[in-house]
């Protein structure tokens, strides 16, 4: 809704009955309980690397975030996606559950938080490839992620072609195209490193390669700094995102315990 009062007008949000309400319910409910154990701009730093955004953040925070290279942290992402699918095959190997069992949990849970983080076109495309790769893992059959990238290209732009000029569906088809093509040819090239640390390199180096153009078109600007800054900033966000996601899941049930965890992150942020 907009309100227009003398010189000033706002816009409030106001959504009151079906799926938007409750989702905005429950992510309300959240940020509520993130502020009340850490600072305002913490929990909205925290709020923003899980579910995507920009709202509530220091000016000075998000301006530092760009710099350094790893504003692409506050949009949900493949990365985001291919994380919560990893630690659910994780846990599922450890429970040992059968790996259709393990897909349809996945299925289920990455659709979910796809809904909390708002389907815009990163995070469908995001789910859409991994929602066909645990179809695959059900199935049984072997999954072609690279055809699947241009089906799924090709089925957003059938439905919105204007997508084409937009800088966040070009960003993120181009990241996946990185990790897809490059970043098996650059984890070949570093065969003299230890798994973990080649693994890492590739792919920061391949979607870092596979973005720089579009980047420094758009922003007529490249961080010699955001090679070095994603390598150590990604890993430990991915750790934190995973947890903070656990934490919700467990403040259903155990609020007291998600405060705490809560409490365990900011420190983490802080330091960072």
């Not at 076109?121 to 999954?143: N, T, Y």
């Not at 973005?211 to 990604?234: E, G, Q």
Request: hydrophobic share 55%; with cysteine; proline share 4%.
């Amino acid at each position: 809704n907009v309100f227009v009062k003398n010189n000033d007008f706002s816009i409030t949000r106001e959504v009151r009955s079906g799926f938007k309400y409750y989702i905005y319910k429950i992510k309300d409910k959240i940020l509520e309980n993130l502020k009340n154990v850490m600072s305002p701009n913490d929990a909205a730093i925290l709020f923003d690397m899980v579910f995507g955004g920009y709202d509530g953040i220091n000016p000075e925070v998000l301006k530092a975030f760009s710099s350094t290279g790893i504003v692409h942290l506050l949009s949900v992402s493949g990365s985001h996606i291919a994380l919560i699918v990893a630690f659910i095959t994780w846990s599922g190997k450890l429970l040992k559950l059968s790996n259709k069992i393990n897909a349809v949990l996945g299925i289920v849970i990455i659709i979910m938080y796809a809904a909390l983080a708002g389907f815009v076109p990163p995070v469908i495309r995001s789910v859409l490839m991994g929602v066909l790769s645990l179809i695959a893992v059900i199935l049984e059959k072997e999954v072609f992620a690279k055809n699947s990238l241009s089906i799924i290209a090709l089925g957003m732009l059938f439905v919105n072609p204007l997508l084409l000029y937009d800088i966040s569906f070009q960003l993120s088809f181009m990241a996946t195209a990185g990790l897809l093509y490059l970043a098996p040819i650059i984890n070949a090239k570093l065969y003299f490193l230890p798994q973990s640390i080649r693994q890492n390199l590739a792919i920061t180096i391949a979607a870092q390669l596979a973005t720089l153009p579009f980047l420094a078109w758009y922003f007529n600007s490249i961080s010699l700094t955001s090679f070095i800054s994603n390598l150590i900033a990604v890993p430990i966000m991915e750790f934190v995102i995973i947890l903070t996601l656990l934490a919700v899941l467990i403040g259903l049930a155990v609020p007291l315990f998600q405060n705490l965890l809560y409490s365990f992150y900011c420190l983490i942020i802080i330091k960072y």
